[in-house]
């Protein structure tokens, strides 16, 4: 690992023990507010996600992370390579109504875990965050793993099918 990285997650590490909010599992019918994280090449899985809490009148807001543009992003919810500071990090302007916005659920069905998805994920304000990541050491309420099957379609259904799982158990 580089020193810059090091440095930009020695920073975000910094940030992320700043963040106050209360860890609550999520009732499936008291869910109002999610936000989901992926990247481009997870489109199914975006839309997956997407058309389930549609269903379910859940206000849906996402964040895409697409570091191989080097455009100037046009959309609010989109994070280029042209977002992130020198260490890596993106820039508040960026993410700041992501990361502050009051999730009952933040899902992130990304495979790959890059600085700008473990900063919005450790940054975020949500009540419970899901997702999956190799390290063991990483920013999730419930890490997911998905092993040998490297699918990001496979990871949200996953992450549906584990929260209603939950709340079998702690309605016990």
């Not at 304000?125 to 990001?152: C, M, Y």
Request: charged share 25%.
């Amino acid at each position: 690992m580089g020193l810059i990285k090091k440095y930009a997650n020695r920073k975000l590490l910094k940030k992320a023990e700043l963040v106050k909010r209360k860890i609550k599992i999520p009732r499936p019918e008291a869910v109002k507010k999610v936000g989901i994280l992926w990247q481009p090449s997870e489109t199914d899985a975006y839309n997956y996600m997407q058309n389930y809490f549609m269903r379910k009148q859940v206000i849906v807001r996402n964040m895409c992370v697409d570091l191989n543009s080097n455009l100037k992003a046009s959309a609010t919810n989109i994070i280029t390579s042209k977002d992130l500071d020198w260490k890596g990090l993106p820039k508040p302007e960026s993410c700041n109504i992501f990361i502050n916005a009051e999730f009952d659920l933040l899902l992130n069905v990304a495979l790959v875990q890059n600085l700008p998805l473990k900063y919005i994920t450790a940054l975020s304000r949500a009540k419970f965050k899901v997702g999956w990541s190799p390290d063991e050491h990483n920013f999730f309420d419930l890490n997911i793993k998905i092993g040998t099957k490297q699918d990001s379609l496979y990871l949200a259904e996953q992450q549906i099918f584990y929260l209603s799982q939950l709340n079998k158990i702690s309605s016990i």
